[in-house]
């Protein structure tokens, strides 16, 4: 047996074939097959092409709820775009009448390069989007994708390293985990790798490709990669994989409670119907978050196509309750069929209920369809992006409406279907006395109000440190959202992803906050936190 030792860079254990990924590129020629003015054409087309695609994958990773491949494949745009990048690859061609896929190619190992000597571990873990962004785009030129092995079966993927773009064909090829000589637990793979739930192991210092074909066991707690195990070994770190899965299992059937009794109610957040399957097995006792935006990425649904989804959601979670977010779009999760007017700054424009109440004919048909699905089973419907009272009325106005038309058509609806404001902006919060007088319940997003409290773009590469939700002012817009929902008598919910982070869990409920929607992955470590706890 031989025991090879990286980084941890995403929990879990995986037994299998090493499967190492040989990249093989075309062999690229200087050369020019036209004039710099055609190679130069070429290149712009190439970019346009390559931004669709990213943008396509973009909506594809949302539709999934993955927003974390979503942000690497935004990251990836913007860097197609930087001058650091484009000039280079222009001088190349113009000036030295290089081969346009050619320039590409210097031009983005330089800057590779550059990123990789950078201090900021962060930063260097950027080279290898720099790279994937690259071969996008040499492959948009030559006509041809970069060729390696694809598993026959469940294998453990090895690479020297994996660009986000292969590590996402290859997990949605079912492989049990991955193990890469180069990388880092921030690089964008071991994000991804995480967000699936597969074992990772970065940062080994060996040649992967001399064990091809060996029987492996990855162990993604440790940072270890055992070729060929003994039995021993195996059975020890298998057992203890057991010992893990059953534990999780034991949790979902377990009270959330603190030790001294306090009542905790974990929900889950989902974006598809699929979803509801995930929610359950971890024991989520209800939707916390539906984000209903998944249905709208390529086209503008129906009322009845989304009638059917969230009906769909509510039946499957069987009396447990659903709440439903009217649709978000704009800023960071526009679509092409909206067509939103340009803006300089789309994150503070025409977005969320902003949206909706100046677009009836998206709002209309999504309220309908929520209120004839409320007939099958508890629901609840949220506004977004809400940053005054009036806005908040005119929301509840457009629910009675939809209401009269529903009962004008003799189609059933509960009639008594809670209607709450998503607190995530920091007018909504200091104003929460006043708007819980209007709302039945609110829900804290964290990640915009963080964004909005701290004047932070949430999707920042250069200022990722400054996004700090446990920051004295964004917790006491929380604090004070909480004690407006406590003085009205109504319920509060975080549902943002800080809602998973085991301190600041208790952070939250030391504000009285007694209900958390998190992603389904994340309920079994957090209600493990919450029964330690003592309020």
Not at 321 to 340: E, I, N, Y
Not at 356 to 371: D, I, K, W
Not at 429 to 446: H, Q
Request: proline content about 5%.
């Amino acid at each position: 047996m031989i025991t090879l030792t990286g980084t941890a860079a995403s929990n879990g254990v995986a037994l299998g074939r090493l499967l190492f990924q040989e990249k093989q590129l075309r062999a690229l020629s200087p050369r020019a097959q036209g004039s710099a003015g055609e190679e130069l054409a070429r290149f712009h087309s190439a970019c346009l092409d390559a931004d669709s695609e990213l943008e396509a994958l973009c909506r594809a990773a949302l539709e999934r709820a993955c927003k974390e491949e979503a942000d690497i494949f935004k990251v990836q745009r913007i860097l197609l775009a930087d001058p650091d990048f484009l000039e280079p690859v222009k001088r190349a061609i113009q000036e030295d009448g290089w081969d346009a896929a050619y320039s590409v190619q210097q031009a983005a190992a330089q800057l590779a390069d550059m990123i990789r000597n950078t201090p900021s571990d962060y930063m260097q873990a950027r080279a290898a989007d720099m790279q994937d962004a690259a071969d996008r785009l040499i492959a948009l030129l030559t006509g041809s994708r970069p060729v390696g092995s694809l598993p026959d079966g469940p294998s453990v993927i090895a690479a020297r390293e994996l660009t986000p773009s292969e590590t996402v064909n290859l997990m949605h090829l079912g492989i049990l985990g991955f193990a890469t000589q180069l990388g880092s637990s921030l690089s964008h793979a071991a994000i991804l790798a995480r967000t699936l739930g597969l074992p990772a192991v970065t940062e080994i210092h060996s040649d992967l490709s001399l064990y091809h074909g060996r029987r492996v066991l990855l162990d993604g707690y440790r940072g270890l990669l055992f070729i060929d195990p003994d039995p021993k070994t195996e059975e020890d770190i298998m057992r203890e994989e057991r010992k893990r899965t059953a534990h999780i299992h034991a949790l979902s059937h377990l009270p959330c409670q603190t030790r001294d009794g306090s009542r905790i109610t974990l929900l889950a957040n989902i974006s598809t119907p699929r979803d509801t399957d995930g929610a359950l097995s971890f024991g989520a006792e209800g939707i916390g978050l539906m984000r209903t935006e998944g249905l709208f990425w390529e086209r503008c649904p129906g009322e009845e196509e989304q009638f059917a989804a969230c009906r769909a959601v509510i039946e499957r979670m069987g009396g447990r309750p659903v709440t439903f977010r009217s649709l978000d779009l704009g800023a960071d999760k526009s679509t092409g069929w909206l067509q939103l007017p340009a803006e300089r700054n789309p994150a503070l424009g025409m977005r969320g209920l902003r949206l909706l109440l100046r677009r009836r004919e998206l709002l209309m048909p999504q309220l309908r369809a929520v209120l004839r699905a409320s007939a099958f089973g508890p629901a609840r419907l949220m506004a977004p992006m809400v940053t005054s009272v009036k806005e908040m009325e005119a929301f509840r106005q457009a629910v009675r409406q939809a209401m009269e038309e529903l009962s004008h058509a003799g189609l059933p609806f509960d009639s008594a279907l809670p209607v709450g404001a998503m607190i995530e902006t920091p007018a909504s919060a200091l104003i929460a006395g006043e708007l819980a007088k209007v709302s039945d319940f609110f829900n804290v997003g964290t990640n915009d109000l963080t964004q909005y409290t701290l004047a932070v773009d949430r999707q920042s590469e250069t200022l990722p440190e400054l996004i700090d939700v446990a920051h004295p002012a964004v917790l006491r817009l929380i604090g004070m959202a909480a004690q407006g929902a406590e003085r009205a008598g109504i319920p509060l919910c975080i549902c943002g992803e800080a809602a998973a982070d085991p301190q600041l869990c208790e952070t939250f409920l030391g504000l009285g906050v007694r209900s958390l929607s998190v992603a389904p992955q994340a309920i079994p470590s957090l209600k493990e936190k919450i029964r330690t706890l003592t309020l």
